[in-house]
């Protein structure tokens, strides 16, 4: 008799130790599952059906700003577009991407001037689009390593883009921390190129070690896509509550080339 309660008693752990590490998993799962969830609940009619066209700054031969550590700028870019796009799918908003690869959208080709090229391919692609929000993310530098913090700009004298660069500025600071930072115009040819309104956001300096090191974690990535979702969220809610969205449009597709 001894020996088969063994054997249950035995069995009976092996059981529940598998259930544990099942739980384990399911448990260790949870926050990737809530990192895709719109991290809002819109306003369905107003961004269901809505088109956001994400530009991941720099790429392939123009690397942007590099970081005290080595960090690249368009790998980070790239890392938060990607994330962003999940974010705004779950919600029903198409997307579309300048650029998913490392690689800018001259590849290939002789261009005199690469970066203005590569800029107006970006905006060209946009204009097709029919989007109704452009974001162009980006990291800052400066040669002083103690400034930090995020910010978003706008093209002087756009009002609906400075309210897009507001809303997600007024988002950044709430996820991400104090920061004093505001919306700001700025002349940049991205934005005066693109016909939807239209926001660049500085996600950081790199120039800042402990910046620079938190953007280079993918739960920190995940925290500033979220902040920039919410303000674009906030933005079309305001934007255009009450009126009708066009449907039938491709799913969410990447425009990326």
Excluded: C
């Excluded at 020996?3 to 399911?26: D, E, F, M, N, S």
């Excluded at 930072?181 to 040819?189: C, G, I, V």
């Excluded at 956001?201 to 993918?218: K, M, T």
């Amino acid at each position: 008799m001894r020996g088969p309660l063994i054997i249950v008693v035995r069995r009976r752990h092996l059981l529940l130790a598998l259930l544990a590490l099942l739980a384990g998993v399911v448990l260790g799962a949870l926050p990737l599952v809530a990192r895709v969830r719109p991290a809002a609940a819109p306003v369905a009619d107003a961004i269901s059906g809505r088109i956001v066209a994400i530009d991941a700054g720099h790429g392939g031969p123009d690397p942007g700003a590099i970081g005290v550590s080595g960090a690249r700028e368009k790998d980070i870019t790239l890392a938060i577009a990607i994330k962003l796009e999940q974010l705004l799918r779950r919600a029903a908003v198409y997307t579309l991407m300048t650029r998913t690869g490392d690689h800018d959208l001259v590849q290939g080709e002789h261009a005199a001037h690469r970066q203005r090229e590569d800029l107006q391919r970006r905006a060209a692609l946009v204009n097709r689009s029919g989007a109704h929000v452009f974001v162009s993310l980006h990291a800052n530098s400066f040669p002083s390593p103690v400034w930090s913090g995020a910010q978003t700009f706008y093209l002087g004298g756009e009002e609906t883009s400075r309210r897009l660069a507001e809303a997600i500025q007024q988002s950044l600071v709430a996820k991400l921390g104090p920061n004093r930072r505001q919306a700001r115009p700025a002349d940049l040819r991205i934005l005066r190129d693109v016909e939807a309104p239209a926001a660049l956001v500085e996600v950081g300096f790199l120039s800042n070690p402990e910046e620079e090191r938190r953007l280079q974690d993918p739960e920190y990535q995940w925290r500033v896509a979220e902040a920039i979702a919410d303000g674009i969220f906030a933005f079309l809610a305001a934007q255009y509550a009450g009126e009708p969205t066009s449907r039938g449009r491709p799913g969410g597709g990447r425009g990326g080339l």
